[in-house]
């Protein structure tokens, strides 16, 4: 597909920055056609350092609190005034997923970029720790890293070039996530489907001389790549 948007910021100074497989890419492809409404309150889930969050900004005109646990908030602040974005438009939060520090129904919206396979593969994680932060009606979009079809029992030997089976867990396919947010008693399961970014959002990561990027091109050049995709979660908080 074509990412016009994502384009805007294809420079090696901003791709330095990403974390994993494009997000930006990622992140255009699973909003298309999304429902979240105009000057929206938007968490960024797991926003890493902030790309994602100045892309929701920017590209959708959303209010963005960056929350994210790994991050130097003072480092991202610095990034986004230096990407235009004042502390009117997004704001960066220091949060650990599982105890998020927000008043409760603060949210329009959540979306998560590459990151919530590491804290949500919990059934109960919707229900108890994100939900309540979300209006009733609010939205969630979630892209996670999975494979086409899950494979624990019996790992493809090019997966195992770049990362070991504990690793591998985190990947799953379309309908083990299926199962787990159909479990969701306070939302409404809206869409759980593979998505067209794979090759593309991969060739990005593999172009950088991250020392993780470097890692991963072993098994992505031994055709592990086919073996992986990314999925698309859409949710919607009940109203009562």
């Known amino acids: 597909m074509h990412y016009p948007l994502s ?13 994993g497989p494009n997000p930006l890419k990622l992140e255009e492809e699973l909003l298309l056609g999304h429902r979240i409404p105009a000057g929206a309150t938007v968490c960024d889930l797991g926003s890493g350092q902030g790309l994602t969050s100045v892309f929701l900004a920017k590209e959708y005109g959303f209010k ?3 929350a994210d646990l790994w991050s130097d908030p003072e480092e991202n602040r610095a990034f986004f005034a230096e990407m235009g974005l004042s502390g009117e438009q ?8 599982l105890d998020l520090p927000f008043a409760r129904a603060f949210f329009d919206a959540v979306v998560s970029t590459d990151s919530y396979n590491y804290f949500g593969r919990d059934a109960a994680f919707l229900d108890d720790h994100l939900l ?8 969630i979009y979630i892209t996670v890293p999975g494979m086409k079809r899950d494979c624990h029992n019996s790992l493809p030997p090019e997966l195992l070039l770049s990362w070991t ?9 379309a309908d083990y996530w299926a ?10 399961v809206l869409c759980v489907s593979p998505m067209e970014s794979n090759e593309e959002v991969w ?4 172009r950088q001389e991250n020392p993780y990027a470097i890692g991963d091109r072993r098994s992505m050049e031994a055709g592990g790549g086919r073996y992986l995709n990314f999925i698309k979660i859409v949710l919607q908080k009940l109203d009562s």
């Not at 199962?179 to 409404?188: F, L, M, S, T």
């Not at 060739?203 to 593999?206: C, E, F, Q, S, V």
């Open 165 to 173: 089976p504990e690793q591998l867990d985190y990947l799953h396919d």
């Open 90 to 97: 997004i704001v960066p939060v220091k949060a650990d997923a």
């Open 179 to 188: 199962d787990i947010v159909n479990r969701c008693k306070g939302a409404r």
């Open 7 to 19: 384009e805007k910021y294809n420079t090696p100074a901003l791709m330095a920055k990403i974390m």
């Open 203 to 206: 060739a990005d990561w593999l």
């Open 64 to 66: 963005v609190y960056a």
């Open 132 to 139: 309540p932060f979300v209006k009733p009606g609010g939205l």
